[in-house]
């Protein structure tokens, strides 16, 4: 069985501070990891994921996120908020023994204040 | 190349009811997931297909079934529509079975039940 934890459900930073979203996860066999970012009344849209190789994952708009095996974790930061990085965040874990199916997080709202 | 696409964008039906949505992934992409997406209960899998045959299948009714053709298209039904029915459903499609593919969502329909 596979589960995602987002801690905090929102965050508020402001603009030019460091963004971190946290997710944690559990899984009985390797974790494939992701993040997906969703505006309102849109889809869903890759961030960033983590498959094997390198645990730093770099993704686009300036988001990166770290896999830690010791501490179950995938958090998400970016350096500098933006406005536009306001938008809902959510965390997603898949493995081998599960074709075509991610475990999604709850999600986290983030505001960006100017 | 075109994104996944999702028909109708809107929906709204009466309980008891059936509907039926319409997912056209991205061209040449031959995997295709569903999800469930709602305020209380976020993003739930609903089911997998790719190359028209079902590989997983996630905890809902059995009122709600898919298919996929032999274009790649997919949709999924619903019948006997209930209350807690009304969400967000979101398509998502992949080029391969891999897991490690990235997922490309479309925009979602949104049904409301009344």
């Known amino acids: 069985a596979q589960s995602v934890t987002q801690l905090g459900s929102h965050v508020s930073v402001s603009e030019g501070a460091l963004v971190l979203l946290r997710c944690n996860y559990s899984s009985s066999v390797p974790p494939y990891l992701f993040w997906y970012v969703q505006y309102p009344n849109q889809g869903l849209q890759l961030l960033l994921k983590?498959?094997?190789?390198?645990?730093l994952v770099k993704g686009i708009n300036g988001f990166e996120a770290e896999f830690k095996k010791s501490e179950t974790s995938f958090h998400l930061t970016k350096p500098s908020a933006h406005m536009s990085d306001a938008a809902e965040y959510f965390c997603?874990?898949?493995?081998?023994?599960?074709?075509?199916?991610?475990?999604f997080g709850d999600g986290t709202t983030l505001t960006v204040k100017p | 190349k075109a994104g996944v696409t999702q028909t109708p964008r809107y929906l709204i039906k009466t309980r008891g009811q059936q509907v039926t949505l319409s997912c056209s992934p991205i061209?040449?992409?031959?995997?295709v997931s569903w999800y469930q997406q709602t305020p209380g209960q976020g993003l739930q899998f609903l089911f997998e297909?790719?190359?028209?045959?079902?590989?997983n299948k996630g905890n809902f009714p059995g009122r709600f079934s898919g298919r996929q053709f032999s274009n790649s298209r997919s949709e999924m039904n619903v019948s006997t529509l209930e209350l807690g029915d009304s969400a967000l459903y979101l398509c998502?499609?992949?080029?391969?079975?891999?897991?490690?593919?990235?997922?490309?969502f479309g925009p979602g329909t949104r049904l409301t039940v009344l």
């Open positions: 997603a874990v898949t493995t081998n023994t599960n074709a075509g199916k991610s475990t």
């Open positions: 998502a499609s992949s080029a391969s079975e891999r897991v490690t593919d990235t997922q490309y």
């Open positions: 297909y790719f190359s028209e045959t079902q590989r």
């Open positions: 983590y498959t094997t190789g390198a645990t």
């Open positions: 061209s040449g992409h031959r995997s």
